[in-house]
């Protein structure tokens, strides 16, 4: 729910906050300086003070504080990492690179670039802005881990996604982040996550679905299918109220005449998932914009309208718990006690009557839980269509361990390939491919080999870091690191590598702020996994006969972070995704 602050156009708020006190200075020196001076400033003064003075200004800053940064850090012994080149003023080429990359190139793709000529952690500048990356897996420990208070989300992260998220898990620091943390901690014991009747169900539906759709001689898009799975079994789950998208079935191929003629959807599932996704869209463009992202939304925050969407599901369902809660209050003790079935939205009301902070909340976990949770089964299943001896080594596991019986908790805790094939998969395709955080202080990076030196962080400056890049680097996971294999979590790859540096592989993050449905994340994903291949012996990729615009151009592969196969286009907003579909056809098993 927007304040009313928020209905100002954000480039006044913006203009307001920086420019207006320099605009007072201005208006004060050129009227009170005549006044004491006893002389009258001629017009053409004044017209050439008023323009130039603002902008003069502000470079001088940004000067200044360049060289406050260059002083401190040669007084405590430290330099400042490489920066990238640029070649327009204020790195304004690097925001356009970044831009045309989000649209057109291999996620995170100048990430993967910049370390061959900088390190693994440099310095980006884009808009007057210094931002520090990093993929080396000691400073990822420190900054997520050993020395973690000395890091924040940051106010101006906070700034670009309150709207959105609010003040809840993900976006809160400080005491708040604790109450958040605290407040939903519960929900996701073993107790919960290891209840799998809303998957068992939910599953049945789907997998009916993408039979039938199989039966009329169409591919189905796996993606789609498992973002509703997840959808409604996250809803139902956390919120205790299915928003019921799979009720409308199955998409057909965009090249078929039923995809071509389909009509626009109207289910309300349609306008909450669109809108979940294009809120991701527009908080990634805005951080590299910075802190002059207002100017970019100058008439209307875009986040606005989509919201609208998203709290004409949750407040209504925030409000019913409440209302369930203040008549529970009312029943005898004796009518009272832990319910096991509670929903999250249930669960959180115990903490809090403040609808806000319970939305807030519920938004957050479900971001996570919904789209993270889908877009790794997808990927999983697109590796076993690329590999269909991994396919038929991991069937075998599923059947010899529960056959085609539902698998409980200590089912999936016994398949070992299962859980191989999963963290290969997360290797490869991080939920969230680049994250970051923002020195709370100035702070100074050891140095990370004998001839190093210490590295400075001015306080305020964004620290971004990527799993993606870290977890497909040769010197941490072998040679082999661009290839999925999910032996090497098995064998002697296992000890060589990730047991004496377990910071190398950072899925759901680490230290304090570790992803609390980790366990949630893997079961969902074990389970539907399961599900799919006690009915389905084969995996077909299927892009070009059913959706032309869903296959790579030409180049697309061409990344550092690529082995050059990669049959489907990768995107990243806050989370992973295949852009037009995972289309795949399969064989029902015996």
């Given at each position: 729910m927007a304040s009313i602050s928020d209905y100002i156009?954000?480039?006044?708020?913006?203009?307001?906050?920086?420019?207006?006190?320099?605009?007072s200075a201005l208006a004060a020196i050129t009227v009170g300086a005549p006044l004491l001076l006893k002389v009258q400033a001629p017009t053409w003064l004044l017209i050439v003070t008023g323009v130039f003075f603002y902008p003069i200004s502000f470079l001088a800053s940004v000067y200044y504080r360049d060289y406050k940064k260059r002083q401190t850090a040669r007084s405590l012994g430290a330099v400042l990492p490489n920066q990238v080149e640029h070649k327009l003023p204020a790195g304004i080429d690097i925001v356009m690179q970044m831009s045309d990359d989000l649209a057109n190139r291999y996620p995170v793709y100048r990430f993967f670039e910049w370390p061959e000529k900088y390190g693994h952690t440099y310095n980006v500048r884009a808009l007057f802005d210094d931002r520090i990356f990093t993929c080396d897996p000691e400073y990822l420990k420190i900054i997520l881990a050993t020395e973690f208070n000395k890091y924040e989300k940051g106010p101006l992260l906070r700034e670009q996604q309150r709207v959105f998220l609010g003040n809840g898990v993900f976006n809160a620091d400080g005491e708040m982040w604790k109450f958040h943390r605290i407040m939903s901690r519960p929900f996701f014991s073993r107790d919960r996550v290891g209840h799998f009747d809303i998957f068992d169900r939910i599953a049945d539906t789907v997998i009916s679905q993408i039979k039938a759709r199989f039966k009329e001689g169409y591919p189905i898009d796996l993606q789609e299918s498992l973002s509703r799975f997840m959808l409604d079994s996250s809803t139902e789950f956390l919120f205790g109220s299915n928003v019921n998208s799979l009720s409308v079935g199955l998409s057909y191929p965009p090249s078929s005449e039923k995809g071509r003629n389909a009509p626009v959807p109207t289910h309300p599932s349609y306008a909450f998932g669109d809108s979940f996704m294009e809120l991701q869209k527009i908080i990634i463009v805005r951080t590299f914009y910075g802190e002059a992202w207002p100017l970019s939304e100058f008439w209307r925050d875009k986040v606005l309208d989509h919201m609208k969407v998203m709290d004409a599901f949750v407040v209504p369902v925030t409000q019913k718990a409440l209302e369930k809660k203040a008549e529970a209050e009312?029943?005898?003790?004796?009518?009272?006690?832990?319910?096991?079935?509670?929903?999250?939205?249930?669960?959180?009301?115990k903490s809090s009557d403040d609808v806000k902070v319970i939305k807030d909340e519920a938004l957050n976990i479900l971001l996570a839980g919904r789209d993270s949770t889908a877009a790794a089964i997808t990927f999983v299943v697109y590796m076993l269509s690329e590999h269909p001896e991994i396919l038929k080594r991991l069937r075998a596991e599923i059947l010899e361990t529960v056959g085609m019986s539902r698998p409980d908790y200590d089912d999936i805790k016994r398949m070992k390939y299962l859980r191989a094939v999963i963290n290969e998969t997360l290797r490869l395709y991080p939920p969230i491919p680049l994250n970051m955080k923002q020195a709370k202080n100035d702070i100074v990076l050891p140095p990370l080999d004998p001839e190093g030196k210490p590295i400075f962080i001015a306080a305020g400056t964004r620290v971004q870091f990527s799993v993606m890049v870290m977890h497909r680097r040769k010197d941490l996971w072998g040679p082999d690191a661009h290839e999925f294999?999910?032996?090497?979590?098995?064998?002697?790859?296992?000890?060589?590598?990730?047991?004496?540096?377990?910071?190398?592989?950072?899925?759901?993050?680490?230290g304090p702020r570790v992803c609390l449905g980790q366990q949630f994340a893997y079961n969902a994903i074990s389970f539907m996994l399961i599900r799919i291949l006690q009915q389905f012996g084969s995996v077909q990729l299927v892009q070009h006969e059913a959706n032309p615009d869903a296959v790579p151009p030409p180049g697309w592969a061409e990344s550092k972070g690529s082995n050059g196969k990669d049959k489907v286009k990768l995107r990243s907003y806050l989370t992973l995704f295949v852009d037009g579909g995972l289309w795949v056809k399969m064989d029902q098993a015996d």
């Open positions: 156009p954000p480039g006044i708020r913006f203009l307001a906050k920086t420019a207006l006190p320099t605009v009312k029943a005898s003790t004796e009518e009272k006690g832990k319910n096991e079935s509670e929903s999250l939205m249930e669960h959180l009301v294999d999910p032996d090497r979590w098995l064998d002697e790859r296992l000890n060589k590598y990730l047991t004496p540096n377990p910071s190398i592989f950072l899925p759901f993050s680490a």
